[in-house]
């Protein structure tokens, strides 16, 4: 695709964005701004409800087109089958899905490295709680390659390892993981693998047919820039009958009747589907999907790593500037993460945004602040955060007064 075409798709995706009118945003990462197309399919969703009610038969058959039509683009952005793909609510509901689901016995280790969300975290740490399984940490520096990771992920596996829970794209560093061979290491040992994928999502281009992933959860309110409220979980067809589902309903069942008689329906995805879905969500992600598919994933994968080499090209050269995300090509993402010497990293994306306009988050257990840098972005949006950083970087804002910009609570 000639450079140019490449760059009035990016410029059309901004132009479709409203928030780049007043911000330079920056923390996709977090949650993605909403664009046009997303907000009108909501919007047609709503006015068909507050016109017809919910219940009317057409509208009924809109929301179940929609659900099949997210089904359908989702399992196409994962590399999947529809009737692979469960709607959840985020990607920690289908982490939590998949981890609990799996048969553990105590003792069992399950693998998971330093550098996971509480969201993948927190229910490795309860399987250890509830059902005592061993808790292995592979430790991953934010300049290991891939070939690093891989024999850290050898080491921590050993034998008899249940389960793999990980980032493909960690949040704190951007680090992007070599999926493929760790999956391929993890199923020689006979582990499950189960990939957070809150970053990847309209992100990096993912096909997990050809990597023989087991579950891979993603979020439809990040990367790709879909309402909150909804993710999808996708399961491999052979693992679904054995992935135990935690909460249940309608979906969970073959058949019943109200004497007792029930048989649960084993291998049907849509067993981890509880109740009612968010239509509005609904609608709005699959407009993000299909934005998604439509721009190309290739083509965003290599778009955001331009941007990155762009943020590390003004920043990396200021004098008390560190830079803490990847910068080989091979682990290298959308995300750029740097620290300041010297300075409290929420005040500084704080002062950012009071100053610049500029929003970005900080990453508190790397002492760093984060930009996630999507096709929206500009050249010129990183040359305006460049001249930000450099007056901090010449101590134009004391750490005291900088403190006062920090947001309140943690960011989480
Ligand atoms: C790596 C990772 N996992 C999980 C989450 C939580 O995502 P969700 O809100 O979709 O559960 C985040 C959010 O920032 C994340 O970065």
Known sequence: MPEDELAARWAARRARTPVTRDYTYMNCGWVG????????????????????????R????????????????????LGADPDEIALTGNTTEGVNIALAGIDLAPG????????????????VYWARHRRGAEVRFVRIAGDDGPGAVVE??????????????????????GQLLP??????????????VIVDGAQTAGHVP????????????????????????????????????????????????????????????????????????????????LAAVEQYLEAGPDAVWHRVRELNRRAESVLAPIPGVRVLSPRRDDSRSGHFVFAIDGLDPAGVSGWMQAEGRVVARSVRQHGAVRLSLHVYNTDEEIDRVGALVRRLAAGEVGPERLATFAPAGPEA
């Open 206 to 285: 993912i096909d997990v047919h050809a990597l023989g992933i087991d579950a891979y959860a993603v979020p439809s309110h990040k990367w790709l820039c879909g309402p909150s409220g909804l993710g999808l979980l996708y399961v491999r067809r052979e693992r679904i009958p054995d992935v135990e589902p935690s909460k249940v309903s309608g979906r969970a069942a073959a058949s019943y009747d109200y004497e007792g008689a029930f048989e649960p329906a084993r291998d049907r995805i849509a067993k981890f589907e509880v109740s009612t879905l968010p239509s509005l969500s609904v609608a709005g992600m």
């Open 108 to 123: 069992d280790p399950v693998v998971t490295t330093n550098l996971e969300h509480v969201g993948g975290l927190i229910p």
């Open 179 to 192: 999926l493929s061979a760790i999956t391929e290491l993890a199923h020689a040992r006979g582990a499950t």
């Open 33 to 56: 701004p909403l664009s046009e197309p997303v907000i009108a399919a909501m919007r047609e969703r709503l006015e068909l409800e507050v016109a017809h009610g919910p219940t009317t």
């Open 58 to 77: 057409h509208v009924m058959e809109d929301g179940r087109e929609r659900q099949d039509g997210l089904r359908r683009a989702g399992a196409r952005m």
């Open 152 to 173: 850290a992920f050898d080491r921590a596996l050993g034998h008899g390892a249940k389960a793999v829970v990980l980032s493909e794209i960690t949040y704190t560093t």
